[in-house]
């Protein structure tokens, strides 16, 4: 069953994923970037077996193709056979959040809009310099004092 409240509330949080690295090793590599679908939890019976909270996440390719000219990687969905890969992993092996900027031409095609960009676009920039995490940490500033 999906946590209540966040059904659709990570829809659009992208998120680098990490399999191999410890904590420490972080800042060092991050591997692969993921948009969470669905964090939920197992019913009773399977939660003895399984600790942790799992996440549904859907795949982008590795940073593979770097663009010089923009100084950002750029990835695509990752796919298998015409369909999406796909995967359960647990919440713990999630690194931080990530911007992407849809790729396009000279002008941005029309009906996209900011709901929408991330599902139209084929291929998109990995943002270096802006993490999610600040917009937050900004915007709720006079809170954490």
Request: hydrophobic share 40%; proline share 6%; with cysteine.
């Amino acid at each position: 069953m999906c946590i209540p409240g966040l059904e659709t509330s990570f829809e659009r949080f992208l998120l680098i994923f990490s399999t191999r690295l410890s904590a420490t090793e972080i800042t060092a590599r991050l591997d692969l970037v993921a948009q969470v679908r669905a964090i939920f939890r197992l019913p009773a019976e399977f939660q003895q077996s399984y600790k942790g909270t799992p996440a549904y996440v859907e795949w982008f390719t590795p940073f593979r193709v770097f663009a010089k000219d923009v100084g950002m990687y750029q990835i695509r969905r990752s796919t298998h056979m015409r369909q999406r890969r796909a995967s359960i992993i647990p919440i713990e092996q999630i690194v931080r959040t990530c911007h992407l900027i849809p790729k396009f031409g000279e002008h941005v095609p029309e009906g996209w809009t900011s709901e929408n960009a991330l599902a139209q676009a084929d291929t998109y920039y990995v943002n270096p310099d802006l993490r999610i995490h600040d917009f937050l940490l900004f915007r709720h500033y006079d809170r954490i004092l």
